[in-house]
Nanobody, 116 residues
Framework: QVHLVESGGGLVQPGGSLRLSCVAS????????MGWYRQAPGKQRALVAS???????NYADSVKGRFTISRDSNKNTVHLQMNSLKPEDTAAYYC??????????WGEGTQVTVSS
């Protein structure tokens, strides 16, 4: 069974930074795509950023230039460096990983709150 576990969420002031991490276990294969989604109260879950094995990245327009997604050399660990955080970045952040079969797995989420 594949499990994804996020860490690194918390409370930060506007303009501050946080680094989220996610480790996937339960698969011997590299996940071709990993990413981060977020969901704020009353809103739909939306893609924040994704990265593939070639380290090609994709970002939501709202985070371009502020967030950076990366993955470790062991390939099933992904990070999200979030800088210049804004109150509108407040949300639950979810890690995802997709296997070669096309099946996507989700972590349980980590809360990010940006407030003074």
């Amino acid at each position: 069974q594949v499990h994804l576990v996020e860490s690194g969420g918390g409370l930060v002031q506007p303009g501050g930074s946080l680094r989220l991490s996610c480790v996937a276990s339960g698969t011997a294969n590299s996940m071709p795509t990993m990413g981060w989604y977020r969901q704020a109260p009353g809103k739909q879950r939306a893609l924040v950023a994704s990265i593939d094995l070639a380290r090609s990245t994709n970002y939501a327009d709202s985070v371009k230039g502020r967030f950076t997604i990366s993955r470790d050399s062991n390939k099933n660990t992904v990070h999200l460096q979030m800088n210049s955080l804004k109150p509108e970045d407040t949300a639950a952040y979810y890690c995802t990983g997709t296997l070669w079969t096309g099946q996507t797995y989700w972590g349980e989420g980590t809360q990010v709150t940006v407030s003074s």
